[in-house]
């Protein structure tokens, strides 16, 4: 089992940034798939960005890129994304993912095993 606890979402205007923290514990896994999505009341869950612990290239949705980062510190268990510039339609609950049950777009919720609870993001215009 794998446990996945997010923070450092809050308020903030648009054009403001934040940083959001998701730290593993529980079972070890190296090399695996780790994402964050969001969910907005009405909507399907979003992917918004992936990256593979084992050092691969990053992936993000169209609507984020240039935009978000998302980064890994293996030593500390710990996922990151960075978003900058944010706009008012980033708002929503960002939930951290790990690891893959089946194969498919790293992007897409489904595919997911483990998930955190989601740490609230809110940009007002």
């Known amino acids: 089992q794998v446990r996945l606890v997010e923070s450092g979402g809050g308020s903030v205007q648009a054009g403001g940034s934040l940083r959001l923290s998701c730290v593993a514990s529980g079972d070890k896994f190296s090399r695996e798939w780790m994402a964050w999505f969001r969910q907005v009341p009405g909507k399907e869950r979003e992917g918004v960005a992936a990256?593979?612990?084992?050092?691969?290239?990053?992936r993000y949705a169209d609507s984020v890129k240039g935009r978000f980062t998302i980064s890994q510190d293996n030593a500390d268990n710990t996922l990151y994304l960075q978003m900058n510039t944010l706009k008012p339609e980033d708002t929503g609950v960002y939930l951290c993912a790990a690891v893959l049950k089946s194969g498919g777009s790293v992007l897409n919720p489904q595919i997911y095993v483990y998930w955190g609870q989601g740490t609230q993001v809110t940009v007002s215009s």
């Open positions: 990256i593979w612990t084992g050092e691969g290239v990053p």
